[in-house]
């Protein structure tokens, strides 16, 4: 009897242990933006009960995850971004390793006298000279908060060139003025990488 009451029960039961770690835990609230890959949920908690939590998508569907789920699987819970200082930008441009050389004093003379360089400057080459432009472009941006790390830096080469990776935090964390942001510092980069002699990789083939 005992077994067939477990069975029947099961999900209530635990749900409802769920249900006290998480709150203990603090883990979901309602409001909580959460990302859960498993159940395709993407967007917002709108209902917690005693074995689902409610989650509303992005693209107005709704999505209902067993409340011990949130105990057993991996789930990102956004509001800690949301209440933080700033929110993370982290992309990398691809530059062409082809167009990677050694800067002459007359190209510097003609990106000092552009304003993409001080006179202060020695980078030895094209893409130390991007970099350098790059981080104080970052820096002079009221945008981005200056109590976070905010860095350009190179990652691991690849046959798809030189990763240049922006790494800083914007002022705002709401979603569309993040983005907006995000797209101008990266729309200079476009513009500019020309400007240093630079090209950014594209793959023309699959051979």
């Known amino acids: ?43 917002t908690v709108i209902d917690i009960a005693l074995t689902t939590v409610k989650v509303r998508n992005f693209d107005n569907t709704v999505t209902m995850i067993p409340s011990s789920a949130l105990i057993s699987d991996a789930f990102v819970n956004w509001r800690y971004m949301s209440t933080s200082k700033g929110r993370r930008i982290k992309r990398p441009v691809w530059i062409s390793s082809k167009t990677v050389r050694e800067l002459t004093d007359e190209e510097k003379s003609v990106l000092v006298k552009n304003g993409l360089l001080d006179e202060s400057d020695n980078p ?25 790390t905010c860095m350009v830096r190179q990652t691991q080469a690849s046959d798809t060139g030189i990763p240049v990776e922006v790494y800083c935090f914007t002022k705002t964390r709401d979603w569309e003025e993040y983005e907006i942001i995000q797209t101008d510092i990266f729309d200079k980069i476009f513009v500019t990488v020309p400007k240093f002699d630079l090209q950014i990789y594209q793959r023309t083939s699959d051979k």
């Open 1 to 43: 009897l005992t077994a067939v009451l477990m069975l029947i029960f099961r999900d209530s039961i635990l749900g409802l242990v769920a249900g006290v770690q998480v709150a203990q835990n603090d883990m979901v609230r309602v409001g909580d933006w959460i990302t859960m890959q498993r159940y395709n949920a993407d967007g």
């Open 124 to 148: 030895v080459s094209n893409l130390a000279a991007f970099e350098i432009w790059l981080r104080r472009m970052l820096l002079s941006n009221d945008d981005i908060t200056k109590d976070l």
